[in-house]
């Protein structure tokens, strides 16, 4: 299940500002590799502009999915404040516009900057608590995960959303390598909640329409 985290854009236009302007710019096209999990770390970045998947590469290479990010953004705080490697791996969803910013500069700019320092920890408490629902996944099945997913996705995740309607903006597929299963497992499983009544379907969303449906099945163990 996926682990990172909506940030609350509560970062003053100025101290975005001086992140970009001390900032080293670069662009990727879709499928390049912003960073890579496990390699030395290239200071915190502000993400500018397009979508980034953020993932990790399991032993025997397979990837599973945290999330999907937008803009405004920042990524890499844990590897700026602890000193260790990056701890996932970015890749361009589209046409990215990142400014990497040096560990030293940003650690001096979070020495000075209160407002910058708590959004970064507000995006790594949110990042332990969603670690925490990981964690209590192991005992369940797939139709709970997903029912936890669908759930939780939008308090914790980012959606490219705005009309705050309730759609959680999503694909099957994505679904899919969130919860490391396969597409059509999702399919069968979604299909089975909208018959319930307890969720519309779309192209590219999911809106619920029966919250105390979806906590139920989450309480209970079904046949993946």
């Not at 909506?6 to 960073?35: A, C, M, R």
């Not at 990790?56 to 920042?74: A, S, Y």
């Not at 970064?120 to 997903?146: N, T």
């Amino acid at each position: 299940m996926p682990a990172i985290i909506k940030v609350e854009n509560i970062l003053e236009e100025s101290i975005w500002k001086t992140l970009l302007e001390l900032g080293v710019h670069q662009e990727f096209n879709f499928g390049d590799i912003v960073y890579k999990q496990n390699e030395p770390s290239r200071g915190l970045i502000c993400f500018q502009q397009g979508k980034i998947e953020l993932c990790t590469i399991l032993p025997g290479g397979m990837k599973k999915n945290i999330c999907m990010v937008g803009t405004p953004h920042i990524l890499g705080e844990t590897s700026v404040i602890d000193g260790g490697t990056n701890i996932c791996t970015a890749i361009a969803q589209a046409k990215t516009k990142v400014v990497f910013v040096s560990k030293e500069i940003a650690q001096e700019i979070f020495l000075s900057n209160p407002n910058l320092m708590y959004v970064i920890m507000s995006a790594m408490a949110k990042k332990i608590r969603y670690m925490q629902i990981q964690v209590e996944d192991a005992a369940f099945r797939l139709p709970q995960k997903l029912a936890r997913l669908l759930l939780s996705y939008n308090e914790y995740l980012e959606s490219p959303c705005k009309e705050h309607d309730g759609r959680v903006i999503v694909t099957h597929d994505e679904l899919a390598s969130f919860l490391g299963t396969t597409r059509p497992k999702i399919t069968k499983h979604l299909n089975a909640l909208y018959k319930q009544g307890l969720i519309e379907k779309g192209r590219g969303y999911i809106r619920i329409k029966d919250y105390e449906g979806l906590k139920h099945i989450c309480g209970k163990f079904s046949d993946v």
